[in-house]
């Protein structure tokens, strides 16, 4: 087996383009394919540290002129993580904590917005090597980030979690089926190929 190698293309690309973490380009993947954050959108951020998502959120949803929002202030992020960003990002929002323990209502007020426009999660439990253990949590963190998109996404946001592909991968896929649109999966190129994450986008919540 190939042994990992933290020098790879990806990691250089994003020490070349100032992004704090390589998975900046399993979202810029995402985002390239299905344009779901447009400027002016406010976004959630769910699992956001050491911070490259929530870079590439901040530089796409800034307000480009003539372009209105939906609702409260333009271009914003909201980002949570049980750990500290790596750095200061603008137009981001950072909350120290578990996703679950937010009063996200208030967040949301203090906004001026009743919703989100766009929800993603790349929410990871600590592993623990036990698959079927990692699998239960990685499905249990998504069933939480797809909860709070039902209760905080706007009708017609777009939605994106992480799982880690286990036996429930159809179940969970079934219920993002009833609340968006269109549903897909994506395993992006710079996911390493042991990886068994794989990407859900939700597109257009009904
Ligand atoms: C793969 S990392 C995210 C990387 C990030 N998207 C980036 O591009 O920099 C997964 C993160 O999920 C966070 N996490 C796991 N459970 C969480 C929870 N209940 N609430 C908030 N964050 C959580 C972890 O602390 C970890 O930092």
Not at 133 to 159: I, W
Request: aromatic share 8%; net charge positive.
């Amino acid at each position: 087996m190939m042994s990992y190698n933290p020098r790879d293309h990806y990691f250089k690309k994003a020490k070349k383009e100032n992004f704090v973490a390589r998975s900046v380009y399993k979202l810029d993947e995402i985002q390239k394919k299905y344009r779901l954050l447009k400027p002016g959108d406010c976004i959630l951020d769910l699992g956001a540290s050491p911070g490259s998502w929530s870079q590439l959120a901040s530089r796409t949803v800034k307000p480009q002129e003539g372009v209105k929002p939906q609702e409260g202030a333009p271009g914003q992020v909201v980002a949570v993580d049980l750990k500290p960003l790596t750095l200061s990002i603008p137009n981001v929002q950072f909350l120290l904590g578990d996703a679950r323990q937010v009063d996200w209502k208030e967040v949301l007020s203090n906004l001026g917005r009743s919703h989100f426009d766009v929800v993603l999660s790349d929410m990871a439990p600590s592993t623990t090597g036990i698959k079927f253990t990692d699998q239960a949590r990685s499905l249990e963190l998504c069933e939480l980030a797809l909860a709070l998109a039902e209760e905080f996404l706007r009708p017609g946001g777009n939605f994106v979690c992480k799982l880690f592909h286990g036996g429930e991968f159809r179940e969970f896929k079934l219920q993002m089926e009833k609340r968006f649109q269109q549903c897909e999966a994506l395993k992006p190129q710079s996911t390493r190929s042991q990886s068994k994450e794989i990407f859900l986008i939700g597109l257009r919540k009904t």
